[in-house]
């Protein structure tokens, strides 16, 4: 597989040209020389007669019965030298699976641990061994390993001789990535995965995140046989399931998040997969027999035909819809795909067992395009917000305008409707008050039933009708102030001229009430007819004024006093209207009128609500108790 081996030595070249540019470095003394050829030997003793060895091949993968005994076995290979650099040399061996010890021309120099009695070996790290200077010579020299294998699958790489700085850079990007990035790659899910079963906790309709996280601890699980390398034998068959477990977990998971990023349902084929995954564990922990074998061929190539076939309704959906996110997806899961394949062919021994094995960079290829996702959502998704702000600041600004219009319409309109009212009633206030006065004065002067000096006083009286007419309907006349004063200035003349004190009190006034346009003329009206009648029925010697606000409630208050004879407010509404008129006034402006008369004299107390005060501070509210009131009595 032309394909395979081509991304496998591009993926090492770029991970030796990353790590170090010693990788590409040759020797300016000696060139690296490459041992593909070797012998072997099974015996628990060096055997000493050529027929006990056997030639073979470098790159070399063996697979033995699961029920074989540990045993001893022998490589042996031979390298020449033109000359001995002075430096020394050193061994390179990219992957050798059971470990051992190393000798050169019958001199041992280092080893890795192989696997004994007791403990099992599983090295996953590439071999750097010192060739010493005193142990070289000149022509032919021998190298000889001693290692001890059981059953299973094992493996050697080809042999490199060199000099130590030409196979420093091998060594250093070999060990980065057989060693170092699977420890990487673990942290790496571990994080990733709690992340995303984190999101998917707090987002339980994001079914699709907590499958990758799953499927993340799972390979986690699956891996953790490159962390342990070596442990006691007995250990061996749990980390061996664990690494079926975690190898089932994850296939299961990738199949159902290809069908859901696919939009596919097939309930039955997930099913299916679920049995069949669930298969290998359990029947490597319950099968009395040794079945390694079985599961690393048929089983897991099982469970790749399935998975090969979900990536190819993946692709078919995107071939379809052809979007940027599921484009990304298809891509990384067809690469994943390539990797796990790769892999099972080199566990097998259909490929030469030098190629790298990539599989372990799935899941992490995996959780990083589903950051991507995320991150790619979440942007949009605060794009969208983004648009999704300024329309509706848009719409809102357009809306207040509208409103504003509106608005501004139904305040004019409302404007025009208080004005023709208020003028509506003022001229029916001047036609029944000054009106119906004049009338009546015209037929008496008719009728001769009048003096000179009677009718200048009803023509004077109608005169002041007029004018407090005016003064209410004034832009002025809103503002009650202005209009007390202008009805204390004309009737403060007429009780002098009539020999009767008037006192005015104004205590904790403000300066502007909120009180509507149409309340001026009433209360200006019930003020004016009690101090009219003041001075024409009720014979006094002195009045009084006390204009004052109270709370609570919020109110204004306007006291009108005399001493004068008094009437019996029982009799007055047969008698007249004047005492009818004050009242219909008072309750036209959602006010109230108490009359208290006697011997001693009347008092009207006119109490109209107030709804808030301008210009009056809380601290003057709460003195309005101390405020000093008029006695009447």
């Not at 000179?452 to 005169?463: F, H, N, S």
């Amino acid at each position: 597989m032309f394909w395979v081996r081509l991304f496998a030595s591009v993926l090492l070249w770029v991970l030796n040209t990353a790590t170090s540019s010693a990788t590409t470095a040759v020797s300016a003394h000696m060139p690296v020389i490459e041992i593909t050829q070797a012998e072997e030997a099974i015996s628990p003793t060096l055997p000493l007669l050529s027929d006990r060895w056997k030639a073979i091949s470098l790159p070399a993968y063996w697979t033995r019965p699961m029920d074989t005994p540990l045993q001893v076995y022998w490589v042996r290979a031979k390298f020449k030298l033109s000359e001995v650099p002075e430096s020394g040399l050193a061994l390179y061996i990219a992957r050798n699976y059971n470990g051992g010890n190393f000798y050169l021309n019958g001199m041992r120099v280092a080893g890795l641990k192989p696997a004994g009695e007791a403990d099992y070996i599983r090295w996953r790290r590439p071999a750097m061994i010192e060739l010493p200077y005193a142990f070289l010579t000149k022509g032919e020299n021998e190298l000889l390993m001693q290692s001890s294998f059981r059953g299973g699958n094992s493996g050697m790489t080809p042999w490199f001789v060199g000099q130590t700085e030409d196979l420093q850079g091998r060594f250093e990007s070999s060990f980065f990535v057989a060693h170092t990035i699977p420890r990487m790659v673990m942290a790496y899910c571990i994080v990733g995965g709690l992340f995303m079963l984190w999101f998917w906790w707090k987002r339980r309709d994001e079914v699709l995140y907590g499958l990758i996280g799953m499927g993340s601890l799972f390979w986690v699980l699956r891996m953790q046989s490159f962390v342990f390398e070596s442990g006691a034998l007995e250990w061996r068959s749990t980390i061996r399931f664990f690494l079926y477990m975690g190898t089932a977990g994850f296939m299961v998971c990738a199949l159902l998040v290809i069908l859901r990023m696919s939009q596919l349902r097939m309930p039955r084929l997930e099913k299916f997969t679920i049995s069949y995954a669930m298969i290998g564990p359990f029947i490597y922990l319950f099968a009395k027999q040794p079945v390694e074998f079985f599961l690393d061929r048929f089983w897991l190539a099982g469970l790749l035909i399935i998975l090969f076939g979900a990536v190819l309704m993946l692709n078919w959906q995107v071939w379809r819809k052809r979007t940027g996110e599921l484009l990304g997806v298809a891509l990384v899961v067809n690469m994943a795909m390539v990797m796990a394949i790769n892999d099972w062919l080199i566990q097998t021994g259909l490929l030469p067992f030098d190629i790298p094995t990539v599989s372990h960079f799935v899941a992490p290829m995996l959780l990083t395009v589903i950051f991507g996702v995320i991150i790619s959502r979440f942007i949009e998704l605060l794009n969208t917000n983004e648009t999704l702000n300024r329309e509706l600041i848009d719409r809102l600004a357009v809306r207040e305008a509208e409103l504003n219009l509106q608005y501004k319409e139904q305040n004019q309109i409302e404007q025009r409707r208080v004005t023709l009212e208020e003028r509506a009633r003022i001229m029916q206030d001047m036609h029944d008050g000054l009106g119906s006065q004049l009338l009546s004065s015209l037929v008496m002067v008719e009728r001769s039933e009048v003096s000179k000096t009677e009718v200048i006083g009803i023509l004077r009286d109608a005169l002041d009708d007029l004018r407090l007419a005016i003064d209410a309907f004034s832009p002025e006349g809103a503002e009650l102030l202005p209009a007390l004063g202008n009805l204390r200035f004309r009737m403060q003349g007429r009780f002098k001229a009539a020999h009767v004190p008037l006192t005015w009190t104004m205590v904790n006034v403000p300066d502007t009430f909120s009180l509507p346009a149409t309340a001026t003329l009433p209360i200006l009206r019930v003020l004016q007819e009690s101090l009219t009648n003041i001075l024409k029925h009720s014979h006094a010697t002195e009045a009084r004024v006390y204009v004052t606000t109270r709370t609570p409630p919020l109110a204004l208050v306007i006291e009108i006093y005399d001493n004068g004879k008094g009437f019996d407010t029982r009799l007055t509404p047969t008698r007249g209207r004047g005492l009818t008129n004050l009242q219909k006034r008072a309750n036209r402006i959602g006010g109230q009128l108490d009359v208290d008369s006697s011997s001693r004299g009347t008092h009207i107390t006119l109490t109209v609500p107030l709804t808030s005060r301008e210009n009056t501070t809380t601290e003057a509210l709460k003195k309005n108790e101390d405020v000093p009131k008029v006695n009447f009595r």
